[in-house]
């Protein structure tokens, strides 16, 4: 599903990490682990294709990607569902009601309310919401538990879990102590580029 | 539970972020108004501050009027893609697999329906005010009509270059005016060319083929720019 050869990224001709290779299939999760500024999300946004490699192959890439970033796409002026209904037309992908995805992340009260008056845990569930209605087959995920009560990283568990049991796979940069359990789960200690 | 990828069909996404592009100007009326709002008080201000000589405001009319939509326009550029950059919408954009070109023309079409027409709607008041003779005000809102889309469609490469500037506003300006003077002259040549009774036909001509040349390259151009933007 993702497979990647020595990428690299620099910036202001510092490479950002050292090279960085592996292979992800169906199944498997890939935990990318490592300090602040060791450029975890760099190589999110890479494996995304929203940056560009300065080096290296990608030997296989699926197009079926879902990513939640820092910035997490959401239109303050927007409530809950317009935000959800907007993605869901724009991708086209989803089968599954918007009101039923919101209910699966626990923001059933707070649908109709504008995205501006959520909290960051709340933003982080919507943007959740949207990663389920992509119908996606490789997800990548920027520290996916940060901003959430243990309830929100009890869900964010369980989500991968039915994503990975469907024959999905996963990309998680984390640098927190949580780690979610899934057997296939391969760990990739990324080292800054400036350390090496 | 399987997973199945499924491609959603590109009308519905043009149409899906147009929609969600509307109802965002509507839910932010105050940034949507300013730019008319603008355009209203520089050409009521020039009768007051050169004096109301019907003919001197009728010769200076359409350059006026013509001024102070490329003004308008220019002011609310900025905000044509600055949100969705910011706010990692543009990301999730990136990602949809739809073309990048797709969603320029889209959000294109939603800024000129937003800060494009109602300049067009308000001109024919702009022009009595102004008092341009009768005879060329139909062709000052056809002029309006097809140069205020160029005027969007070309500020959207500006906007995709700057995007990720703090202060890109500034250096925009910088870079869309060249390319705006070339739609000013044309228009304004225009509507005085209907004003003295000459053949005025051939300066509509030029913007129509400057709209055609705009609506073909310019969602190209834009969405490359935003490419180099995000990166």
């Known amino acids: 599903m993702l497979s990647v050869s020595k990428i690299n990224f620099e910036r202001y001709f510092e490479p950002v990490f050292e090279p960085v290779s592996f292979e992800l299939k169906a199944g498997q999760l890939l935990l990318v682990t490592g300090t602040n500024g060791c450029g975890k999300t760099t190589l999110i946004r890479v494996l995304a294709d929203i940056l560009h490699p300065t080096s290296g192959d990608f030997v296989e890439r699926t197009d079926s990607m879902g990513y939640v970033g820092h910035y997490l796409g959401i239109k303050d002026d927007l409530s809950v569902i317009e935000n959800l209904r907007f993605m869901r037309d724009f991708l086209g992908t989803s089968n599954r009601s918007c009101e039923e995805v919101i209910r699966q992340v626990g923001l059933g009260r707070v649908s109709e309310q504008l995205a501006r008056t959520l909290s960051a845990g709340q933003r982080k569930r919507c943007a959740l919401a949207r990663l389920l209605l992509s119908n996606t087959s490789l997800w990548l995920l920027d520290e996916p538990y940060s901003n959430l009560d243990q309830e929100g990283v009890d869900l964010v568990d369980e989500m991968l879990t039915d994503h990975l049991e469907a024959g999905g796979a996963c990309v998680l940069a984390t640098h927190g102590n949580h780690r979610p359990e899934w057997a296939d789960a391969q760990d990739y200690r990324l080292i800054s580029g400036a350390a090496a | ?231």
Do not use: C
Request: hydrophobic letters at 60%; charged letters at 10%.
């Open chain 2, 1 to 231: 539970m399987t997973i199945e990828q499924q491609s959603g069909s590109m009308g519905s996404a043009f149409f899906a972020l147009l929609r969600r592009d509307l109802l965002l100007a509507f839910r932010r009326r105050t940034e949507m108004l300013f730019p008319i709002v603008f355009l209203l008080v520089v050409v009521s201000l020039f009768p007051l501050g050169i004096g109301p000589g019907p003919q001197l405001l009728a010769r200076i009319a359409p350059g006026v009027i013509w001024i102070a939509a490329l003004l308008a326009t220019v002011i609310s550029l900025d905000g044509l893609f600055r949100s969705d950059y910011e706010d990692g919408t543009l990301e999730q954009f990136v990602l949809s697999g739809h073309p990048l070109t797709l969603i320029s023309l889209a959000k294109i079409v939603a800024h000129w329906l937003v800060a494009g027409l109602p300049l067009v709607l308000l001109s024919p008041l702009l022009a009595i005010w102004m008092n341009l003779p009768i005879e060329s005000l139909g062709v000052m809102v056809l002029t309006l009509l097809l140069g205020t889309p160029i005027l969007s469609l070309i500020g959207s490469i500006g906007v995709g270059l700057t995007i990720s500037l703090k202060r890109g506003g500034q250096l925009l300006s910088l870079l869309v005016f060249p390319l705006y003077v070339p739609i000013l002259i044309i228009a304004t040549a225009a509507v005085m060319a209907a004003s003295d009774g000459l053949p005025y036909t051939a300066f509509l001509g030029l913007l129509v083929a400057g709209l055609i040349t705009s609506v073909t390259l310019a969602p190209f151009a834009a969405a490359a720019a935003l490419k180099i933007s995000l990166s």
